[in-house]
């Protein structure tokens, strides 16, 4: 019912935009790239929107055959409507996932508006923006859309550390430097609390930034901001960058989900871990041919006068306990990610539209970190493998499928939470289409 509504609401937003409209147009549309429309007093709107189904089978090794686990699902149904006003330096963004699935693929979590805010051109080069909206603080890879990922998943970095979407003020600039080089800054204040948390604010703010430099330029149609390298960079390009974020008062494992772990001080007031992210990524594209490298490290502050947790139930409990020990420090730290993470891959999409692809991810995790968590995340190594077949010269519509193979040399669990004693094997196969 909810997933309706929203649908109704998308639908009834882009008829009254039209119908209130003087003789509307539509200006241009390419297959994958939206629908563009315009008046002739200077308003304009773009409706895009792309769907895909998907499915994984999981299987463990030294284990029965019966162990495979398989799942169906829709894993993304996007719609963004985007434009500007008569004056084009304002301009907005609507975009709902009716999927109701994350953008890490690791849980169900029926929020489905993702981008909600305007922005303002202040010059040429710097520009605003206030709301809802992907943040500047995470790893390069959550920069590309969705739809144009090199495999059928985002690496495990993303999953493990990406804050993904934040409410707030987000400023970024664009600066042409010698030699046709261009460095590009952001700066990031937000809530802290992660996607619709619009409610009441956990914590202090959240700071950062992010410094992006393109010593052969800037790539073409948006490359930076996508993954594979469909319009085949005729030059190479290269984009660099370092991103930083402090987190003051943080109430779950990573700056997502608001509330969902809350400790309190002995006046039953909220008393919140500190948590600092920062990292170094790339990405390289020539003539087909695509690289990502990122790092990312992580690190907490616990206050001194944390007496108690609130359970899920709403109760509170004094037990902290760690091996035996009443230790609040290190209680708090294993409900938090930390530690330190990198990601490697690189692919070449030939010009019949057949992509071959591979990466490989390291999770090294503190000693006390919900990384260490063997049902979700104690997994050091990953290694994947896909092909891709691109079936028009766009991002519009694809087959892809991977198979990663995951170290479980730690320890790790089943979704049931019973101890599996071998690795795992991981298929997945999904199509997009877009309009």
Not at 84 to 100: C, V, W
Not at 131 to 139: E, I, L
Not at 186 to 207: C, E, H, P, Q, S
Not at 245 to 254: Q, V
Request: with cysteine; aromatic share 14%; charged share 25%.
């Amino acid at each position: 019912m909810k997933v309706f509504k929203i649908t109704s609401l998308c639908v009834f937003v882009l008829f009254s935009i039209l119908a209130k409209a003087q003789d509307v147009k539509l200006d241009t549309y390419k297959f994958g790239e939206g629908l563009n429309f315009s008046t002739n007093n200077g308003y304009k709107l773009k409706l895009t929107g792309y769907l895909q189904p998907y499915m994984d089978t999981k299987t463990y090794t030294d284990v029965d055959d019966n162990s495979t686990q398989n799942r169906f699902r829709m894993r993304r149904i996007r719609l963004r409507l985007e434009g500007n006003l008569k004056d084009e330096r304002f301009k907005y963004r609507f975009a709902f996932d009716l999927s109701g699935t994350s953008e890490a693929g690791d849980s169900n979590t029926n929020d489905y508006l993702l981008d909600a805010y305007v922005s303002y051109n202040i010059t040429s080069r710097i520009k605003a923006t206030f709301g809802q909206r992907s943040t500047f603080t995470d790893n390069r890879e959550l920069f590309m859309a969705s739809n144009t990922l090199q495999l059928v998943e985002r690496s495990r970095v993303t999953s493990a550390f990406a804050a993904i979407r934040e409410f707030g003020l987000f400023l970024q600039g664009s600066f042409k430097t010698g030699k046709g080089s261009y460095v590009k800054p952001y700066f990031v204040l937000t809530n802290g609390d992660g996607l619709n948390a619009i409610g009441r604010d956990r914590g202090g703010l959240k700071i950062g930034g992010r410094l992006d430099y393109l010593p052969f330029g800037l790539f073409t149609n948006f490359g930076q901001f996508r993954q594979a390298d469909v319009v085949r960079e005729r030059a190479p390009k290269l984009v660099i960058g370092a991103n930083f974020s402090h987190n003051n008062g943080m109430s779950s494992r990573r700056g997502r989900d608001s509330g969902s772990i809350i400790y309190l001080d002995e006046n039953d007031e909220e008393s919140l871990p500190n948590y600092t992210k920062y990292g170094v990524d790339f990405l390289f594209k020539y003539q087909g041919f695509s690289a990502l490298g990122e790092y990312v490290k992580t690190t907490a502050t616990v206050p001194d006068d944390i007496t108690q947790r609130v359970r899920n139930d709403g109760t509170t409990s004094m037990n902290f306990d760690v091996n035996g020990i009443q230790d609040v420090e290190n209680y708090v730290r294993g409900r938090i990610m930390l530690g330190d993470a990198y990601n490697i891959q690189a692919g070449y999409l030939s010009k019949s539209g057949i992509s071959l692809d591979a990466r490989y991810t390291r999770l090294n995790t503190d000693e006390n970190s919900f990384l260490n968590n063997a049902t979700f995340y104690n997994r050091p190594n990953y290694y994947t493998i896909g092909i891709s077949k691109y079936l028009s010269r766009s991002y519009g519509a694809k087959i892809q499928a991977d198979w990663t193979y995951i170290d479980g040399s730690e320890g790790i669990n089943n979704n049931e939470g019973i101890a599996i004693p071998g690795n795992e094997h991981l298929a997945r196969i999904m199509l997009t289409f877009a309009f």
